[in-house]
């Protein structure tokens, strides 16, 4: 039977359209998903979006839209997205199907009944961005420490989920398995936070009509965070048989503002519900747009759909994938971008094509794919790399395995420049093989970063027939 692997992204939240941020996720989380599936592992990718909760209430009501209707059509363009950037992913949930709402009430139910809902009295600082409460000292000048915004005195009635009693467990849990959040620095923040004693989790809501309704108590809703992070089990359909096979899932990848609520309260949730925890929580930083936050007032958003216009979808992933460190922040700006295109893609990759196949083409020696076998310095280098890339991707170090790829592509093109394999010689012919076979597994290890390039050079070996990949800028 194939292995299983379940990989998710976190579900966007659809108050404004994407930027180049929510691009990075998806871009990553595919890569890991393709490479997996290419090693004949049977992959679960998800991603979707998150629908309740008051921001959206509030956002749709601005829109002069009732709230289905709004968030209708802003995962169409979410979905859209995804698909003009060629992500597999193989479910898009939305937290308003009925499949979804069905496995919250079912979860919440099972949380209830085994006694880690309570009810109580809370007053605190709220921020609606957030829809998270704060305690002052976590909050910077008055204000959310996340949006900069100042935030609302709520006191309401509400449950509470027993999140205290799960907090040695957790820590032992953190402390136990040191890829369970990547990387370390994210890893060292949640344990110095658990320093201090776990409060209960207040899950219910009055005041926001906008979400999944209390099955014990139909006049509150669910806090949007609890709804949001279930997700993750009704995609694979749970509590079905089927979803045994893919949980636990082997990763979340999620933004750094999120850390805690799927590290610290996912993991609870999982706890209470006797599941094991994911494999791995891993974390990417954000994209800045020249230095600064992407901020509609600032005028700075990068759309993914406009650079897709510009350059191509796997110009796009490139640029993602090759020039933001995997877990920090990275900047964007148009002269970074296209300096990536022309010398890695145009000049680098672009090139080499075109050479190696226009030596294939114009050379003598019929050379039948099958019978591109290298000599073993070449042979030696191919293995190097393959081993370098396996590494680097297992780690998520996807700048890394892509400066393997191009370390290769060097290594061909001072070969070209070495043996001249235009010229007649007693080598042409098995210079020529050389370079196909080498040609012949960068497009290989190609295939998760940039999936159409990749299909292209294969097809270009095969009929010998070149065609730019990267028309220079
Ligand atoms: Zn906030």
Redesign the pocket.
Known sequence: MKKSFFISTAIDYPTEQGHLGHALEKVQADVIARYKRLQGIDVHFSAGTDEHGLKIQRRAQKADKKPQEFVDEMSKYFKNLWKILNISNNDFIRTTEKRHIKVVQEIIKKIYKKGDIYKGKYKGLY?V??E?YYLPKDLENGK?P??K?PVELIEEETYFFRMSKYQKQLQDYIKKNKNFIIPVGKRNEILNRLKEPLQDLSISRKTVLWGIPLPFDKKLSLFVWVDALCNYLTTIGYPNNKSKKFWPADVHIIGKDIVWHHTVIWSSLLSSLKLPLPKTIFVHGFITSGGQKMSKSLGNVVDPFVLVEKYGTDAVRYFLLREIPPTEDGDFTYQKFEQRYNSDLAAGIGNLVARVITLAKNSKFQIPNSKQIPNSKFQTAVNKTWGNYEKALDNFKFNEALREIWKLISFCDRYIEKERPWEKSKHQEQTIKNLLFALRNIAEMLEPFLPETSENILKQIKTKKSKPLFPRI
């Open positions: 921020c961005d957030c998270s959310c996340i949006h915004k």
